[in-house]
């Protein structure tokens, strides 16, 4: 069975054995949480994804590395639409969610931690990137038990949890 949960803060410290990295296709790190992923990681971080990277990653796919110097044994990446750019299509958002589980499954991952994939520099609507968020994780079938949703913003926190409670 698969526990779906909502947490404030740093997607960075989670104990869990998988964070999630809203990359983006060149795989290089960037801004917003993954710059906050590789700054905690480490510089191994960027080494490892140039080499299994070597022409970066494709809009709502999903790719691992290991995750280094954090807390979590991986780190798993998809590079989220961005919106703001007129990838507005959210099979797409879907499938970055999708992609990161069956990559979790592939390793055998017990626990994972999710951003709100897109909903910073890529501009999807906050309110609909958790709708988006809470249905496909919620529909997914995996081997994780659980799942949990980090956000900064408390009040983010709160829609996820009032969404998730629809779905107990
Ligand atoms: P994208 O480019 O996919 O929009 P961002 O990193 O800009 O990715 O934002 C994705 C979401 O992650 C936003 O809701 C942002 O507030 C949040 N975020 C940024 N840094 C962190 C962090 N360290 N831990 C958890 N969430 C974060």
Redesign the pocket.
């Known amino acids: 069975m698969t526990v779906l949960n909502a947490t404030v ?4 410290t989670q104990n869990v054995d998988a964070i999630v990295n ?3 296709t060149r795989m290089r790190g ?8 590789h700054r905690a990681a480490g510089p191994s971080l960027l080494e490892e994804c140039i080499a299994r990277f070597p022409n970066g990653l494709e809009t709502g796919k999903a790719g691992w590395t290991h995750g280094f110097n954090l807390p979590a044994r991986f780190v798993i990446h998809t ?2 639409p ?1 919106y703001r750019a007129g990838q507005t299509d959210q099979r797409l958002l879907e499938s970055s969610y999708r992609n990161c589980l069956a990559v979790a499954d592939e390793l055998g991952v017990d626990s994972i931690a999710f ?10 609507p ?1 309110e609909d ?1 958790v709708k988006i968020a809470v249905d496909t994780l919620s529909n997914t079938p995996t081997q994780v038990s659980q799942i949990r949703i ?4 408390a009040h ?1 926190q709160s829609t996820v949890q009032e969404l998730l409670t629809r779905y107990a």
């Open positions: 803060g740093d997607i960075t809203a990359a983006n960037g801004g917003g949480v993954d710059g906050a992923i590079p989220g961005n951003p709100l994939i897109s909903a910073g520099v890529y501009g999807w906050k990137a980090v956000t900064l913003d983010i």
